[in-house]
């Protein structure tokens, strides 16, 4: 049973996220479902500015699920070469698409378990589809979305199914999909894997991990302090006097 108290606190948080990012939104460019579905393939283990500097060329020779379903594996592959992982992503793109055509006559489909059945296409995307395609709710939990969830103390999960449905539960629908996009920009911008800007962030006084790192600080800081009455005092006599 979740406490009042941390949903309190995890509101309080997500409001103060709300208003540092207030434009926060899916980074990835696009202009269809099918195109923001493509984009989020390719931005597994890669960032969303190298999957936007590929998408272009992607979308500019093959801007439909029809004409990418009848695409050649190796010019795909040509492409998106820079994304990383790019001969099962290329797989993944084709497959989605055909798919596409032939079992949803041409349609992205709108819930999680038509998106999923897509090759290439888990949760996470298709959480990301319906969160930002289709307007409606859903908790992505991306790299950024976990490592935050953990350190902030909203989960102790690390299987990121788990980690949604605890997010799930501890906020209300309607912010589920506002949730990921500012957690994702918060990642980016102050809460690093490697280096955490925990002095500086808003919510360090209500996340688990800032107020480890704090109180850490504040005591090393007052470690160097060292009181007056403990300080020895040096006599001056002719030998020590500059
Ligand atoms: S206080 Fe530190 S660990 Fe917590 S969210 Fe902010 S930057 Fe991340």
Known sequence: MMSHKKKDSAAETLKILKVMYPDAECALTHSSPWQLLCATILSA??????VNMVTPNLFAAY?????LACAQQEDIEKIVQSTGFFRQKTKSLISMSQDIISRFNGELPQTIEELTSLRGVG????????????????????????????RIGWTKQTDPVK???????LFPRNDWTLLGHTLIWHGRTVC?????????CPINNLCKEGIKRMTAYESAANEKIIPLESVDRIKLDDHNCL
């Open 45 to 50: 283990q890669c960032t969303d500015v190298r």
């Open 163 to 169: 980690i949604e449905q605890e997010l799930m539960y």
């Open 192 to 200: 690093m894997a490697r280096s955490p800007k925990c002095m500086k």
């Open 63 to 67: 801007p439909t699920a029809e004409s």
């Open 123 to 150: 949760r996470k995307t298709a959480n990301v589809i319906i969160g930002v395609a289709f307007g409606g709710d859903g908790v992505v939990v991306d790299t950024h979305v976990k490592r935050l969830s953990k």
